[in-house]
């Protein structure tokens, strides 16, 4: 058997090593003892986060064996929010399971499910605030589930990728959103019993604005940007210069 280059190299250096062997003995048990932890620690970093399946998921519904939540498919221990997750409590429904579309509808009795396909990406952003404003604040992450957002593997899906871009889409809106309320501020807007209004101070007119998402708000604008929106009609100017609309 050819002898390895390193093995050579060793003996020819330290020919004294060679001579006596049980003097490296404690030093290389030392080593290999420290081995161990280091390379479990390491196959398990290149193994991933764990993956639940959601039968196993389904198994942390109380104290005795923890409770879990999972959302956009991320495994969390929320034990110690036991007065909101444990059986009977508020949304005791939420552990055991991935139940992100009624974390977005709020629609608690048909909605407990993984699969938020049917989301506006606004309100997938939502959720994704939950992950980080919620869930990595307050509670232990723990693995990720399989379904709708990882595979069996741990992978993401294409559901996950999609998901991702659409956030980010939602993230950029929302960006713009804010900054064409600091350019064009809201209007005040006033309700009594039997009338609705909405009014600017003077030197600005409302106007119905289109929002990202599609919806509408009512705009304070320079007269000259009026049309930025469409008008309100019902109009009245005060004498200090505001401008009230009444609505129907
Ligand atoms: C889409 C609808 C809703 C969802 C998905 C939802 C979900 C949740 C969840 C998961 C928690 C526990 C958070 C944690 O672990 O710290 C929570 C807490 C809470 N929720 Fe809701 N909720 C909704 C609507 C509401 C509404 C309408 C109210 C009030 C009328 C409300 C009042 C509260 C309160 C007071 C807490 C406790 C907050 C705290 O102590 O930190 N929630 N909610």
């Not at 049917?118 to 997938?124: H, R, Y």
Request: with cysteine.
């Amino acid at each position: 058997m050819p002898t390895s280059p390193s093995s050579t190299a060793r003996s020819a250096a330290s020919p004294s090593a060679a001579a006596k062997p049980q003097r490296n003995g404690p030093t290389a048990a030392r080593i290999s003892l420290l081995a161990v932890p280091l390379l479990a620690i390491a196959l398990s970093r290149r193994r991933g986060p764990r993956v639940f399946t959601k039968a196993e998921l389904a198994q942390y519904v109380d104290i005795k064996h923890g409770l879990k939540v999972a959302i956009c498919g991320q495994v969390f221990d929320v034990t110690k929010g036991a007065e909101f997750y444990a059986k009977g409590a508020g949304y005791g429904f939420f552990a055991g399971r991935d139940a992100s579309l009624a974390f977005a509808t709020g629609n608690f009795k048909t909605n407990l499910t993984d699969n938020v396909s049917s989301l506006a990406d606004a309100q997938l952003l939502d959720l994704q605030n939950w992950v980080n404003d919620t869930y990595h604040k307050k509670y232990v992450h723990e693995g990720v589930v399989a379904g709708y957002f990882y595979d069996a593997k741990g992978q993401p899906t294409e559901a996950h990728k999609d998901f991702d871009e659409r956030v980010e889409k939602a993230r950029e809106a929302a960006a713009r959103q804010a900054l064409d309320v600091e350019k064009y501020p809201d209007c005040a807007s006033r309700r009594t019993q039997t009338e609705r209004s909405v009014s600017c101070k003077k030197g600005r007119v409302p106007i119905r604005r289109r929002t990202e998402t599609g919806t509408e708000r009512c705009a304070c604008v320079l007269e000259r940007d009026e049309g930025l929106g469409a008008k309100y009609e019902n109009c009245t100017v005060s004498e200090g210069g505001r401008t009230s609309c009444a609505l129907g």
